[in-house]
T-cell receptor
């Protein structure tokens, strides 16, 4: 089984809808991240969490919110989806004790907002 | 702020060709540098790393040397294979405990 899982893998939604992307991990890592990937722009950090009570905005947090329900779960919400949020979204984890630079990525969620 | 710039892709090579993907960075301190690889349909995975100047990271036949004087971390491989087709990301790890990624370079290897 995959160590970092994301659900759903693909989602098509309409403008204005609320949508939640979920991430779960079995690696026992304390740190979790949400990124979005757009062609030609690489990965951009949306939110990150160093533990359950520590959540921080990344470089592109506007229009998104997150919840760290447990050490193993970190969800990303789009309160009112808009077309320019169409992208590939990745969750990642890392272990503070092993150097947070080695991040383990989930398989991604492809989100299309029409 | 800190940033990473990679050579634009896509890059297309024949099998057994020599590969170079250029990466330069801007940073206020002395970051650690990384190459991540994304195979089709998958998330990113760490390929190699270098944590200080003149360090050479290597893995799976790929190498990159941390050059502080030119602020570069170019990825090289002597003989590429079809299975190396992927998107490659250069990244730096800054003091704020976050990875900063370049825009990615898509590599296609033809048999």
């Amino acid at each position: 089984d995959a160590d970092v899982t994301q659900t759903p893998r693909n989602r098509i939604t309409k403008t204005g809808k609320r949508i939640m992307l979920e991430c779960s991990q079995t690696k026992g890592h304390d740190r979790m991240y949400w990124y979005r990937q757009d062609p030609g722009l690489g990965l951009r950090l949306i939110y990150y969490s160093f533990d359950v009570k520590d959540i921080n905005k990344g470089e592109i947090s506007d229009g998104y919110s997150v919840s760290r329900q447990a050490q193993a779960k970190f969800s990303l919400s789009l309160e009112s989806a808009i077309p320019n949020q169409t992208a590939l979204y990745f969750c990642a984890t890392s272990d503070r004790n092993r150097g947070s630079y080695e991040q383990y990525f989930g398989p991604g969620t492809r989100l299309t907002v029409t | 702020g800190n940033s990473v710039t990679q050579m634009e892709g896509p890059v297309t090579l024949s099998e057994e060709a020599f590969l170079t993907i250029n990466c330069t960075y801007t940073a206020t301190g002395y970051p650690s540098l990384f190459w991540y690889v994304q195979y089709p349909g998958e998330g990113l995975q760490l390929l190699l790393k270098a944590t200080k100047a003149d360090d050479k990271g290597s893995n799976k036949g790929f190498e990159a040397t941390y050059r502080k004087e030119t602020t570069s971390f170019h990825l090289e491989k002597g003989s590429v294979q079809v299975s190396d087709s992927a998107v490659y990301f250069c990244a730096l790890f800054e003091g704020a405990q976050k990875l900063v990624f370049g825009q990615g370079t898509r590599l296609t290897i033809n048999p």
